[in-house]
């Protein structure tokens, strides 16, 4: 049984940082494009960065520059490092992964699998 389980939510005033983490178990994701999406209340759930298996990285113009995705492939594991955070990022954050070989942006209906979501909060 597939399983993707997000930490490192939390409560973070503005200009602070958090580090998200995403463990997969179930199966291995070498191959596979992995993703965090967020969706903060009364919205639909948005993209917010991809990573491949060679290391390559996609962002939403949102958080470029500001967060910093990666993944250990030996290990199964992703991570958000989430830098100069806004009220604006607050939101539930959900780990995905997406059948592709390439990092590139990536629709919620193309995800493969989801994680509980971790949710995180930026008080101003």
């Known amino acids: 049984q597939v399983q993707l389980v997000e930490s490192g939510g939390g409560l973070v005033q503005a200009g602070g940082s958090l580090r998200l983490s995403c463990a997969a178990s179930g199966r291995t994701f070498g191959r596979y494009v992995m993703c965090w999406f967020c969706q903060a209340p009364g919205k639909e759930r948005e993209f917010v960065a991809s990573?491949?298996?060679?290391?390559?990285?996609y962002y939403s113009e949102v958080v470029s520059g500001r967060f910093t995705i990666s993944r250990d492939i030996a290990w199964n594991k992703m991570y958000l490092q989430m830098n100069s955070l806004k009220p604006e990022d607050t939101a539930i954050y959900y780990c995905?992964?997406?059948?592709?070989?390439?990092?590139?942006?990536?629709?919620?209906?193309?995800?493969?699998?989801w994680g509980q979501g971790t949710q995180v909060t930026v008080s101003s």
């Open positions: 990573v491949d298996s060679s290391g390559g990285t």
């Open positions: 995905s992964t997406f059948n592709h070989p390439q990092a590139t942006y990536v629709q919620p209906d193309w995800v493969d699998y």
